[in-house]
């Protein structure tokens, strides 16, 4: 799981919200068909959605410690979801392939959520991912970003004050595997985290283990 705090800036957050002012919702059974599922979803329609979904597939693709993360070889539309008091997301497993046409289905290997609510405004609306470790309760300030294993069980508690407004979207990583794009990021992660006087040998040496790796997981 990958968890950024300041993923938007303000000045995205502001557009987004500008935009989104006035923009029509509809029932977010419309993408899934679960009866279970209680929120909103901004109409496909609807101009922000393209300015929305434009915004966040250029920004996952400009911040490195997101592409390091996941890899990506294809993003779904992102979708932005607002529930409101007394709305909730029970239990659920998102599809793992999404798209009814074949020329435009990918595999869902990470999940995404970005949270556009101030933390302070809304109660309730926990992100709640069911890991193998245990439950992980999320819940980040706007901006914020989370991505994880689309094939873990999750659900979104209550909302009980204010509205929780957050943007979606589903990847298809090169590496499929979840534990080797881990040990990928991990190698990168640490491989940044070199002395600046490490020799260069060495590095050049984990460089090396790195591409290696990466070349014989991917897979496109």
Same mark, same amino acid.
């Given at each position: 799981?990958l968890? =950024? ?5 303000p000045?995205?957050l502001?557009?987004i919200?500008q935009? =989104?002012?006035?923009?029509?919702f509809e029932d977010g059974?419309?993408?899934?068909g ?5 929120n909103?979803q901004?109409?496909?329609n609807d101009?922000?959605?393209d *300015?929305?979904a434009?915004l #966040?597939?250029r920004?996952?693709l400009?911040? &490195?410690?997101f592409?390091?993360?996941?890899l990506?070889?294809a /993003?779904r !539309?992102p979708?932005?979801?607002l529930? @409101?008091s007394?709305m909730s997301?029970?239990?659920? @497993? ?7 046409a074949l020329?435009?289905q990918?595999r869902?290997?990470?999940s995404v959520?970005v949270f556009l609510s101030d /933390?302070?405004?809304?109660d309730?609306?926990e992100? /709640? ?6 439950n992980r309760? !999320?819940?980040?300030d706007?901006?914020g970003? @989370?991505a994880y294993p ?6 979104v ?10 943007i979606v979207t589903?990847i298809?990583?090169?590496v499929? &595997?979840?534990?080797?794009r881990q040990?990928l990021? &991990? *190698? ?5 985290? =070199?002395?600046?006087d490490? &020799?260069?040998?060495?590095? #050049?040496?984990?460089?090396? /283990?790195y591409?290696? #790796?990466?070349q014989?997981?991917a897979r *496109?």
């Amino acid at each position: 799981m990958l968890q =950024l705090a300041q993923f938007l800036s303000p000045e995205q957050l502001a557009e987004i919200r500008q935009k =989104l002012a006035g923009a029509h919702f509809e029932d977010g059974q419309v993408s899934s068909g679960k009866k279970t599922k209680q929120n909103l979803q901004l109409d496909q329609n609807d101009a922000a959605a393209d *300015f929305c979904a434009n915004l #966040l597939t250029r920004r996952l693709l400009e911040v &490195d410690l997101f592409t390091n993360y996941a890899l990506p070889s294809a /993003i779904r !539309v992102p979708l932005v979801s607002l529930y @409101v008091s007394g709305m909730s997301y029970p239990d659920h @497993v998102d599809a793992p392939i999404m798209g009814k046409a074949l020329n435009q289905q990918t595999r869902s290997d990470l999940s995404v959520t970005v949270f556009l609510s101030d /933390i302070d405004s809304y109660d309730g609306g926990e992100l /709640i991912l069911r890991t193998a470790t245990g439950n992980r309760s !999320v819940k980040l300030d706007a901006g914020g970003l @989370v991505a994880y294993p689309t094939s873990y069980i999750h659900h979104v508690t209550p909302v009980t004050r204010g509205e929780r407004l957050a943007i979606v979207t589903w990847i298809q990583s090169k590496v499929q &595997d979840h534990e080797q794009r881990q040990i990928l990021y &991990d *190698f990168l992660v640490n491989l940044a985290a =070199l002395p600046a006087d490490t &020799d260069p040998q060495v590095r #050049l040496r984990m460089q090396h /283990i790195y591409a290696r #790796l990466l070349q014989s997981w991917a897979r *496109f």
